[in-house]
């Protein structure tokens, strides 16, 4: 658009020397170039078309070229209004020249330059579409950067989030359950303190004899070893009455005092061999579950051995003892310990040169290579707690014989616990 402020102001116009090219009735006889009244108008020449009613049909004229028509301008009034301020192409008299910086030209702009497309006008031409004024770049900024509303900012941030993902749902599993873990740890923790922690104590008994049972509150829990100590866990807090029961020894009562997760100090056996007396009855036959009887009648064969004794003597002293092992095992139980310990003072006392044999024998139960096998293992038993209480391993040898020499008939429970045995020979002695 031309800056009109930097042109002169036109001259007036002459409206007298304006004539319009508008087709009346009745001017059809007119001729000339384009004067009011002339003949046929030159519509090539005229820049806006109009029909007016004509008292005869006009003669065919030629297709309108729109190209030659500078402005489009819409008459309000047909009954000769002033159009000397309009210029129009083709008038018969000289107009003044064109001042084209008092007119408001219809310009077309690219769109491109207003980085828009034509679409952004409505879908229609330049000459449908508003003039587009350019804002100052200060102005223009201020509009184009306005802050985002509230909707607008969570809705950034929730794309954002989105876009990077956010916290794994993995991360949130494995957080879950390191908090369960630590939780557990937590009440496990508080239930050890203020409960389980002080809920026991153990209690620790020396000096007893070996195989002494250890009673708790006349309550049978432990077995002493062949050291004499025992361990008695996970008694409840206040004070213990012990009793020490064996057949050869007669122990003082002891009292222990324990809880809150303390230990209480070891007690001290307070025990002395058993005034031995001969037991009433047989000493050569035993029913099962007579074991402590039979250690009687084998304490009392031993204390009347002369001095000095034969080893024949000592044998049938000795094979009066029955150890009664547990089905299929060979350990020596711990309730013959102190017996056997004594039969191994005895034994060392033996001139050097006599051997003996201990032979191990079974009942008839079971196949007969299981039972032989069994009967060497409760023999080798037997000879090595000897050897570990000072007896000389050169003297002992240990023979198996399964259910091959049976002490007692096998048809009745009585012969077979009889039959379970370890037996003392002997090898050879002194001539």
Partial sequence: MSDFKDKPSPPPDDWTKTTPNINLPGNQSNQGGGGYGGGEPDWAKTNYRIDVPQATPPAPRPPDDFAKTAINIKPIDLNRQDFGKTMYPGAGQSTPPADWGATQANVNVNPADFGSAQSDWGGGGPDKTTPYFQLPESERAKYQQL??????????????????????????????????????????????????????????????????????????????NEHGDSEIPNLAPGKKNITIRH??????????????GENPAPVIARCKASQIVQPAGDCTNFEPGEDDRAEACYNAALAALPEPYTAEQLLRALNILIINFETNKFEVPARRYAALQKAAGYIKKLPADVTLELGGHTDNVGNAASNQKLSENRANSVKNFLVQNGVNGSILQVRGYGADKPKKDNSSDS?????????????????
Wanted: aromatic share 10%.
């Fill in 147 to 224: 802050p985002p509303t509230p909707t607008e900012q969570a809705a950034q941030v929730a794309e954002e989030k989105k876009s990077k993902g956010g916290i794994p749902g993995w991360v949130w599993v494995v957080a879950g359950l390191m908090a369960m873990f630590f939780f557990a740890v937590a009440v496990l923790g508080v239930v050890y303190v203020f409960i389980l922690r002080d809920s026991s104590f153990k209690a620790t008994v020396k000096g007893a004899p070996p195989g002494s049972d250890i009673l708790i509150d006349d309550k049978l829990l432990a077995v002493s």
């Fill in 247 to 260: 057949p050869s020894f007669t122990c003082d009562p002891l009292t222990v005092e324990g809880g809150r």
């Fill in 415 to 431: 012969g077979k616990y009889m039959n379970r045995r370890i037996e003392y020979s002997i090898v050879s002695k002194p001539k």
